[in-house]
């Protein structure tokens, strides 16, 4: 099977990209820019909860 440019294989199976990761760090910096306007002068608490969570997690709180 041959991979295009906006796939990825993974061992057997084959995922299409459905999201840049320009579009992810935007939307990121997008949140972040809300919460930290919705919550300013406050403290919240970020808890990542799903498997794999951890990574966007940091970079939601990083931008904060």
Not at 26 to 32: D, G, K, L, Q, Y
Request: net charge positive.
């Amino acid at each position: 099977m041959e991979i295009k440019h906006n796939q990825v294989r993974i061992l057997d199976k084959v995922f299409e990209l459905m999201i840049t990761k320009d579009e992810i760090r935007t939307r990121v910096i997008e949140m972040a820019w809300e919460i930290s306007r919705k919550y300013k002068d406050k403290s919240p608490l970020f808890m990542p909860i799903m498997n794999g969570s951890f990574m966007y997690a940091a970079d939601l709180v990083r931008a904060c």
